[in-house]
């Protein structure tokens, strides 16, 4: 790896791991870097999920005092395993261009559910309004979905939890933005694992890329503590339909 090429992947990384703590989708800035300096589409992939992961460390460590109980979290975590597993594992064992198709509208679909989410809630019922075993079950069942995502292919990850937390969690968007980075950190740890043991990794440009995302998810998520609810609401929904839109132009070029 060159110079220019290290260069390209360390801005890459800063950016990302800031973007992942604001909203997500830094992975659609660090996997085309990746792409950029040589790597075929999958080992750039697994790669950049390994990459990414200190970052989603990082803006837990920036968010943490927005986190629930360790009684709640423990009940989340290990389905958000047991789902990452499920989809790195998809990941690995199938062509992924079915699934370069579905995943534009997943993301533009969970945009659209954060973007309408009052409306939604009128409709299918606020949480506080849901008995606690029905509450369980929604909230676990959106977890499980964004964490096979999460391992299977990640960018918008953060997009697509937050969306659908916010629809089933009565909660601030703070709060589900902090629930977020430690799910999507766990989602992390699970790739790193499995692509680690099982994936092509490039270890040089995760050596470059980690680090700065490590840095710029601690700065991000100390930025999101200081966004008035709507303009965080706001950011999320434009970057997510940003985001829908290049992947959907990205599968169907």
């Known amino acids: 790896m060159d110079l220019p090429h290290a260069a390209l ?23 085309p870097a990746m792409i950029a300096v040589g790597l075929p589409p999958v080992p750039a992939n697994v ?26 979290l423990a009940r989340l975590v290990p389905t958000t395993v047991l789902g990452t597993i499920a989809g790195a594992l998809l990941l690995l064992g199938t062509p992924a261009r079915a699934f370069e198709v579905v995943v534009p509208f997943l993301v533009l679909g969970a945009t659209a ?46 997009v697509m939890l937050v969306a659908g937390l916010a629809l089933v969690l009565d909660a601030t968007l703070a709060r589900v933005s902090a629930i977020k980075n430690l799910l999507s950190a766990v989602v992390g740890l699970t790739t790193l694992v499995v ?12 050596g470059v890329v980690a680090p700065a995302t490590l840095l710029g998810g601690y700065v991000g998520a100390r930025v999101v503590r200081r966004l008035p609810p709507v303009v965080l609401k706001t950011l ?6 940003v985001i829908g839109l290049h992947l959907l132009w990205r599968a169907l070029v």
Do not use: C, E, K
């Not at 950016?15 to 989708?25: C, E, K, M, P, R």
């Not at 790669?47 to 109980?69: H, Q, R």
């Not at 692509?195 to 995760?206: D, E, K, R, S, T």
């Open 113 to 158: 559910v954060l973007a309408f989410q009052d409306p939604l809630r009128r409709l299918v019922g606020h949480p506080r309004d849901l008995s606690p075993r029905r509450r369980t079950v929604t909230v676990q069942t959106m977890v499980a979905l964004g964490s096979v995502y999460g391992g299977y292919f990640g960018a918008a990850l953060g």
């Open 195 to 206: 692509f680690a043991l099982f994936g092509p990794v490039n270890w040089a440009a995760v």
């Open 9 to 31: 992947l360390l801005a890459a990384g800063l950016a990302a791991g800031t973007v992942n703590a604001v909203a997500g989708g830094g992975s659609l800035i660090t996997f």
């Open 47 to 72: 790669s950049n999920s390994v990459a990414v992961f200190p970052g989603y460390v990082a803006s837990v460590a920036g968010s943490w005092m927005d986190l629930p109980s360790r009684r709640v």
């Open 236 to 241: 999320i929904v434009v970057f997510g339909t």
